[in-house]
């Protein structure tokens, strides 16, 4: 079974910058993509960045320009930078991992909070 954890959230003010990490229990290649979502309650679950096995990456309007989607390969870890936070990235944030063409595999997810 993958695993997927997630880490690095936190209580940080607007303007501030967080770096997520994903660490995966099998070799992220196998993976066509990985990506990160975001919710919030009463909201679905959305989009935030993906990158594909290729290194193509893709992004959600809000955060263009803002975040990057990025990986190690050596230690099978995918990272989310978020700079110049807004307090609407407040959220969780969940890493996903895609078999083939669907999201098959989900971390815990680690709380993001921006505060104004």
């Known amino acids: 079974q993958v695993q997927l954890v997630e880490s690095g959230g936190g209580l940080v003010q607007a303007g501030e910058s967080l770096r997520l990490s994903c660490a995966a229990s099998?070799?992220?290649?196998?993976?066509?993509?990985m990506g990160w979502y975001r919710q919030t309650p009463g909201k679905q679950r959305e989009l935030v960045a993906t990158?594909?096995?290729?290194?193509?990456?893709n992004y959600a309007d809000s955060v263009k320009g803002r975040f990057t989607i990025s990986r190690d390969n050596t230690k099978n870890i995918v990272f989310l930078q978020m700079n110049s936070l807004k307090p609407q990235d407040t959220a969780v944030y969940y890493c996903?991992?895609?078999?083939?063409?669907?999201?098959?595999?989900w971390g815990q997810g680690t709380q993001v909070t921006v505060s104004s």
């Open positions: 099998e070799i992220i290649f196998r993976f066509n993509a």
């Open positions: 990158l594909s096995r290729g290194g193509s990456t």
């Open positions: 996903s991992a895609m078999m083939i063409n669907r999201w098959d595999y």
